[in-house]
């Protein structure tokens, strides 16, 4: 059965009461499809040329819009540039030569700064601006990789 891509106000549940089949699949069921969309398809970043590419042996960094206004991203991304990117700079990901930036139903209102995973220190630091253009902080300067994986962001707040 294929679920809905509505969400349903989940219901007020009385006690001893025994759900069917139709109410559960309505009411939790079809509000997880809501909220993950697993069937919405991703696509892949254009990343900065020569700078920037997906990590091999790991998903493509890439991003998906989830019912109208959840953007989510996932995948490491490879700095493939040697002593691009002092600690603390600002790298432009996917804006710089050969990039593209966010299409504008993809960016947020404002400013959205992510603590990400990253080789080489505790964390690094990505933003995405409200022009759709996504920038990297590295924590450290031995950084050569950071992941995208579990950044969403609502493009309406």
Known sequence: MARTSTWTTPRDWTTAETPTAAIFNAHVG???TYLYA???SWTNFTLTTGV???LSGTRSAAYRQVNGSRVQFRGTVKLITSNYGAIG???DVNAGTGGVAL???LRPGQLRSFAVAASGSVSGRLD???TGVIRYRPGTAADTWFSLEGIEY???N
């Open 30 to 32: 079809d509000n997880l």
């Open 154 to 156: 609502d493009v309406n």
């Open 89 to 91: 700079t600002a790298n």
């Open 103 to 105: 299409a504008s139903g």
């Open 52 to 54: 920037y590419e997906s």
């Open 128 to 130: 995405v601006l409200s």
């Open 38 to 40: 697993p069937g919405e």
